[in-house]
């Protein structure tokens, strides 16, 4: 029962920078890995980045170097910084968090689009 908010999407032109929120209604304890996930228009959903638990992070390779996730405890919310951006990287962005039995939530997702 994880409920998850998002926020922060937009138009931006290439090079540009924007960061999406994602705020959700549990804490860490019960909220084991957060991911950002997007799904561009023709093409399936794809990992972005994650962060676990633990703190380690990973990245897909097309974001690596110009997209950072990070979490904020006392606000229950993950954050994706977004730099350099590309017109590729124009998608829905989507929030993901998986409890500790497994269970993932999705966010509704906001729209990013790179465009000049």
């Known amino acids: 029962q994880v409920q998850l908010v998002e926020s922060g999407g937009g138009l931006v032109q290439p090079g540009g920078s924007l960061r999406l929120s994602c705020v959700a209604s549990r804490s860490r304890s019960s909220i084991n890995t957060m991911d950002w996930y997007r799904q561009a228009p023709g093409k399936r959903r794809e990992l972005v980045a994650s962060?676990?638990?633990?703190?380690?992070?990973n990245y897909a390779d097309s974001v690596k170097g110009r997209f950072t996730i990070s979490r904020d405890d006392a606000k229950n919310t993950v954050y994706l910084q977004m730099n350099s951006l590309k017109p590729e990287d124009t998608a829905v962005y989507y929030c993901?968090?998986?409890?500790?039995?497994?269970?993932?939530?999705w966010g509704q997702g906001t729209q990013v689009t790179v465009s000049s």
């Open positions: 962060v676990f638990s633990g703190g380690a992070t």
């Open positions: 993901r968090a998986v409890v500790g039995t497994g269970v993932p939530y």
